[in-house]
């Protein structure tokens, strides 16, 4: 399903391989608990209020300033520790898609606008390609730095997608069998 906005001739393409597969990585993408783990960039943690997972559905977020570093930037720049984001789902395609438009009203002087982020999953053998398609913002400046974080939240995606296990070679896997088959017949004997 699907209300799709287009993408900016200007979107930008962050690009991750992930050794996961892409349900892991979707679930990791449209859960209240895997947003909460990966969903923030360093120095932040993020806790969901709303999720709505349908085209027109929101997710609303607390992202709360934690690191030393945050906290002071988020004191110097005038803005609270803690502040309330929200997006409205534009696209839901399980397992492969998700789109969604970010409220972008956190920039002092600037009114308020949505900005369109795309994210696409595919599968690759046993791992898991993604792409993640952003607008740019109102500027430059604020353009690299939205990159920059959003860049960040996807190296930490990994870090909470765990690696699949090495694929048990020739002679392995018959190893395994068998001593599987042995605490079998043990059990079955009890």
Same mark, same amino acid.
């Given at each position: 399903? #699907?209300? =799709?906005?287009?993408?900016?001739? !200007?979107?930008?393409?962050?690009?991750?391989?992930?050794?996961? +597969?892409?349900?892991?990585?979707?679930?990791?993408?449209?859960?209240?608990?895997?947003? =909460?783990?990966?969903?923030?960039?360093?120095?932040?943690?993020?806790?969901?209020?709303?999720?709505?997972?349908?085209?027109?559905?929101?997710? &609303?977020?607390?992202?709360?300033?934690?690191? +030393?570093?945050?906290?002071?930037?988020?004191?110097?720049?005038?803005?609270?520790?803690?502040?309330?984001?929200?997006?409205?789902?534009?696209?839901?395609?399980?397992?492969? @898609?998700?789109?969604?438009?970010?409220?972008?009203?956190?920039?002092?002087? *600037?009114?308020?606008? =949505?900005?369109?982020? #795309?994210?696409?999953?595919?599968?690759?053998?046993?791992?898991? !390609?993604?792409?993640?398609?952003?607008?740019?913002? *109102?500027?430059? #400046?604020?353009?690299?730095?939205?990159?920059?974080? @959003?860049?960040?939240?996807?190296?930490?995606?990994?870090?909470?997608?765990?690696?699949?296990?090495?694929?048990? &070679?020739?002679?392995?896997?018959?190893?395994?069998?068998?001593?599987?088959? &042995?605490?079998?017949?043990?059990?079955?004997?009890?």
């Amino acid at each position: 399903m #699907t209300t =799709e906005p287009t993408p900016s001739p !200007n979107a930008a393409r962050l690009e991750r391989t992930y050794d996961a +597969p892409a349900e892991l990585i979707w679930e990791l993408l449209t859960s209240a608990a895997g947003l =909460e783990e990966w969903w923030a960039p360093d120095g932040f943690e993020t806790r969901v209020n709303e999720l709505e997972l349908k085209p027109g559905g929101q997710l &609303r977020y607390t992202m709360t300033a934690t690191s +030393p570093e945050q906290v002071a930037f988020m004191r110097d720049t005038g803005n609270p520790l803690s502040v309330e984001l929200r997006k409205t789902f534009t696209e839901v395609a399980p397992p492969t @898609r998700l789109a969604y438009l970010s409220l972008i009203d956190f920039v002092p002087d *600037h009114e308020p606008y =949505e900005h369109l982020t #795309t994210i696409d999953i595919e599968p690759a053998g046993d791992r898991t !390609n993604v792409v993640m398609t952003l607008d740019p913002l *109102h500027d430059e #400046t604020w353009t690299q730095g939205y990159r920059a974080h @959003r860049g960040n939240e996807l190296d930490n995606l990994e870090a909470s997608s765990p690696p699949r296990p090495p694929r048990p &070679r020739r002679g392995q896997l018959a190893a395994a069998l068998s001593r599987s088959r &042995r605490r079998l017949v043990v059990w079955v004997a009890c």
